[in-house]
């Protein structure tokens, strides 16, 4: 199983997932059960709230040496145990006493022993306290009874300031002068009398008391104690609102988690995409295990090994075009012995050839040493030096230095505006002077260079008039030693190397070179494409490029 879970990224990924949306579900239940504790609490100290702050005021009022009679027989009234004390005998803790002494009325539920009820005298520090095993009709009606004498022993104002302050959202307490509605005569002759009627409203849950309390003009006003309505289930919008939470936190969680693993494929993928591009010294930053992990550890080996090989090859290249020019310089050195010995007109015409193949073989040599160079420098993830380069001064150059050279052809340069990009001067002046001369050997008659502004690029177009570049050979022909066998054959010369030194350099400036038609002179166009704003680098080429 630890073997299962090490190997299986996604597998650890759904068993995430599912301890999360575990966790999330034992949330909202511990939620629910919460708010239904703290409404359950808040409805029972609601209720309390006038019945004990009606004793607490008729403890008060009475003398020291009253109290204790006054309770017993209120305790044998009511059925609930009366008892004053003080605040150190209570088993309350620190809180509890805290919420006492700001007046509020605290209820705890004992399995055993049933409700125990406190509440602070006024003005005093002993506290009193009501234990009951439940709610039952004697209470109510002790405790309404207690309520109409309490309000009868007043009149006017005063009877109405003692009303507002028993009253309570869950417990309303109403004095109306006339008798109240919805009683049968039963029930109203009942009141008349001076009894207690408590009124069963079933649609509801609830129940009211009535009860008459006398006036002092011997008139009569209607007391309405309740409704008291039973605690409702938890509401819809509210088991609405938990869910919504309960899903925020999961879409949370799943995010988070999510997140970290596709941070981590990024990482791979930027990799992947930067060695693609020919900076194999990128390598991924591995900071966990597991199987990503261990994919980011063999892309590093895969990154490494490729970079050692291709460095290997280039170092190879180089060392045998150095070791080629020796026996080439001693060639060419016994061949000019050889024409200061004689005077034979075909031996001249031999040596002559001779002459020529060699330097054709110095310049291959050439083009292979900055072919390797330029390899070497993305192998090894060296950096060019940039600064603000005049393309359009590059291409001035580069056309006044071949046109000497193919006199039969017209080389221009398209009118535009002024073109600025952040690269390497000699590296680009040899990208574009390399096409330009590819361009001069196939073209029929003329060859023209363009200068353009992209929104993020910079663009070099090369044109020309001859046979153009077949598609399907659009991509080979920037391979190493790449010849076409039709339009553009070996008898226009070079090496097979000029693009390849050409896409190098544009790999390392970050930019391409494309191939397509030319719409304007019906052959090929080649163009350079460079990013725009790239920050000048400090890292510099070993060797100027020959």
């Not at 409404?39 to 403890?59: F, N, S």
């Not at 000019?336 to 007109?345: A, G, H, I, K, N």
């Not at 073109?419 to 390497?424: F, G, N, Y």
Request: net charge neutral; hydrophobic share 45%.
């Amino acid at each position: 199983m630890q073997r299962l879970l090490a190997d299986g990224s996604f597998l650890r990924v759904y068993l995430a997932l599912a301890l999360a949306l575990l966790l999330t579900f034992c949330l909202a239940l511990m939620g629910l059960a919460l708010v239904d504790r703290v409404r359950i609490e808040q409805y029972r100290e609601q209720l309390a709230e006038a019945p004990l702050q009606l004793l607490t005021w008729r403890v008060a009022a009475l003398p020291a040496h009253e109290r204790g009679s006054w309770l017993t027989q209120q305790s044998d009234l009511l059925n609930i145990r009366l008892s004053l004390r003080e605040p150190e005998d209570t088993e309350l803790g620190w809180f509890d006493r805290r919420r006492l002494e700001r007046g509020r009325v605290l209820v705890k539920v004992h399995e055993e022993e049933g409700w125990r009820l406190y509440r602070r005298l006024p003005r005093e520090e002993r506290i009193l306290e009501a234990r009951l095993s439940g709610l039952n009709e004697r209470q109510l009606r002790g405790l309404a009874q207690m309520l109409g004498d309490w309000l009868a022993e007043v009149d006017g104002d005063r009877r109405r300031r003692r009303l507002e302050g028993v009253a309570s959202d869950a417990l309303p307490v109403r004095l109306n002068d006339l008798a109240p509605e919805g009683l049968d005569s039963h029930q109203l002759t009942r009141l008349r009398d001076g009894e207690l009627v408590i009124r069963l409203m079933p649609g509801h849950w609830a129940l009211t008391i009535h009860l008459a309390v006398p006036a002092a003009d011997d008139s009569r006003q209607w007391l309405s104690i309740g409704p008291v309505s039973a605690l409702e289930p938890t509401p819809i919008s509210l088991l609405l609102l938990v869910l919504v939470i309960m899903l925020g936190v999961l879409a949370a969680i799943i995010y988070l988690i999510v997140r970290g693993v596709e941070a981590r494929l990024a990482r791979l993928e930027l990799a992947a995409g930067r060695i693609a591009s020919g900076r194999l010294d990128t390598r991924v930053k591995v900071d966990a295990g597991g199987f990503i992990g261990r994919v980011g550890m063999a892309f590093n080996a895969m990154a490494a090994q490729v970079q050692s090989l291709l460095r290997s090859q280039q170092e190879m290249i180089r060392a045998v075009s150095h070791e080629l020019r020796t026996p080439v310089a001693r060639i060419r050195f016994a061949m000019q012995m050889v024409e200061d010995m004689t005077d034979d007109p075909a031996v001249h015409r031999q040596l002559h050839g001779i002459d020529s193949d060699i330097e054709e073989l110095d310049q291959l040599i050439d083009e292979i040493l900055t072919y390797a160079r330029l390899d070497s420098g993305i192998v090894n993830g060296a950096e060019l030096e940039r600064t603000q380069v005049d393309c359009r001064a590059i291409a001035e150059r580069v056309i006044e230095t071949l046109t000497p050279l193919h006199a039969h052809l017209r080389l221009e340069l398209a009118p535009g505006p002024e073109v600025e990009v952040q690269a390497d001067p000699r590296y680009l002046q040899r990208a574009l002077q390399n096409l330009v001369a590819n361009a001069c050997r196939h073209a029929r008659s003329r060859v023209l260079v363009r200068l353009s502004l992209e929104s993020r690029l910079v663009r070099l177009d090369i044109e020309d008039d001859g046979p153009g570049v077949p598609a399907g050979e659009r991509q080979a022909i920037f391979k190493p030693f790449a010849r076409l066998d039709d339009s553009r054959t070996r008898r226009s010369g070079g090496y097979g190397l000029g693009l390849s030194i050409v896409q190098k350099i544009m790999t390392w400036h970050g930019g391409s070179v494309v191939v397509d038609d030319s719409q304007e002179l019906g052959g090929a166009r080649f163009s350079l494409l460079l990013p725009r704003g790239l920050p000048a680098s400090k890292a510099k080429l070993p060797v100027k490029p020959a």
